[in-house]
């Protein structure tokens, strides 16, 4: 949060082309507190219920550090929200954001494709609708791994 505030106005204008000479503004965004919000943190995995529907949070970093898979279970459909785009992922962005590290996406995906979801609802993108085939998550989880093996190796 404090990263985004501190360059926040400078990424917005560069997000969207816009060059403005004049001083930052002295809060781009409201500032959040602590006790504005409730949250919870987690290293690996949170389970909470909620109108009778079971969900699970989990860590996967991947198109940022602090992406989450939620893993919906009810009696019809497992799905998962997930780090999956129709495009090759930007692993390093040119605006200077950290970069996305390839194992961590990897990783991440791993504990997608172990949960064996029937819908995959992207970050960004239309539905995937696996009934139980894999093959897009899978092809995606393997690019990028083999791309980060061939720009390591020796």
């Keep these: 949060m404090h990263y ?3 360059l926040g106005w400078i990424l917005c ?3 969207l082309g816009a060059i403005r000479a004049a001083a930052p503004p002295a809060r781009p965004w409201r500032q ?11 290293d690996d995995k949170y389970e909470f219920t909620l109108g009778g529907v079971k969900f699970e949070v989990y860590s ?3 198109e940022t550090y ?16 997930t780090n999956y785009y129709a495009s090759f992922p930007n692993i390093y962005t040119l605006r200077g954001t950290p970069p996305r590290w390839a194992l961590d996406y990897v990783n991440s995906l791993n504990k997608v494709l172990a949960l ?14 696996s009934r139980g085939d894999h093959r897009r998550l899978t092809q995606y989880r393997d690019a990028i791994h083999n791309v980060h093996d061939e720009v390591v190796k020796e």
């Design 66 to 81: 602090d992406h989450l898979t939620v893993w919906v279970l009810s009696t019809e459909r497992h799905s998962s929200a």
């Design 116 to 129: 064996k979801p029937d819908l995959v609802l992207p970050s960004h993108g239309k539905p995937i609708v």
């Design 60 to 62: 996967t970093p991947g």
């Design 13 to 15: 204008h560069a997000q």
């Design 32 to 42: 959040i507190r602590r006790e504005d919000r409730a949250y919870i943190l987690l």
């Design 4 to 6: 985004q505030t501190r």
